[in-house]
């Protein structure tokens, strides 16, 4: 029962939350078994890739001046530089499944906002300030209206993920100083804190492991989980002055 003033300003429905979760699950999901599989025996890969390199060295191979075990040790080190260059992709294809991830469960959210927000504010004139705005400013803005983010159990893991993209998509930038700072288990050969490895972090020591995807994929189903059913609001509840500004802004060719 709403006190007089007050009205929900968020809502989610069950059947929508359930929605939401869906799609993370089929994108974690899909993505393993359409990708990742791909990947899951790349050690015959690189043999088999070493033994054709040794045929093939074999069919210009003159017994006269050649050495077999040179041509031997040629082909295992092809062998060997194939199966870096699969790892390497394999690396690269976690961290794109990794920022997939994340932009699904950032468009949901502001989606969400965006058509929530809808039912009581003029969505034209908020839309656009609730797109640019970074994803801490809109979670401080829910934990300002009754949620407790920052105290769950994902909103770290959450966190820890939007370095990761940050990283992976722009190279070195505050993001990788904050990931070194707060997840430094994602940065491989940092070396011990002080030492010149620690102090000349560089953006290609970053590292996810698949289990890590995993572990991505429960904090932003724990987060829809956790949304509450509804968010109500009154007179006195607090919005950023973005918010403010953004509704009270004159709009292009309307009059005031």
Partial sequence: MLSEGEFVIL??????????????????????????????????EAERYAEESYERRGQWFDPDTDDPASSAEAAWEDGIAHYGLLDDLRKQMILSIAAGMYHEWDK??????????????????????????????LLEMLDWWGWDIKGQPFHEVIDSCRLIVNVYKH????????????????????????????????????????????????????????????????DNTPVPSWFEKALTRKQPGKHA
């Fill in 11 to 44: 809502n989610l429905w069950n059947e929508g939350r359930a929605q939401l979760i869906e799609r993370i699950d089929f994108y974690h999901s899909q993505a393993k078994k359409r990708i990742l599989d791909q990947f899951r025996d790349i050690e015959a």
């Fill in 171 to 234: 190279g070195h930038g505050t993001s990788l100083n904050q990931l070194k700072e707060r997840y430094p288990q994602y940065l491989r050969s940092l070396g011990d804190p002080g030492s010149f490895g620690w102090d000349h972090v560089r953006y290609d020591q970053l590292e996810v492991s698949e289990d890590a995807l995993s572990v991505f994929h429960e904090a932003f189903r724990s987060f829809w989980q956790y949304v509450p059913a509804r968010t109500i609001a009154g």
């Fill in 108 to 137: 949901q959210l502001r989606d969400w906002l965006d058509r929530e927000l809808g039912h009581n504010f003029s969505r034209d004139k908020l839309r656009p300030d609730l797109w640019k705005q970074d994803i801490g400013t």
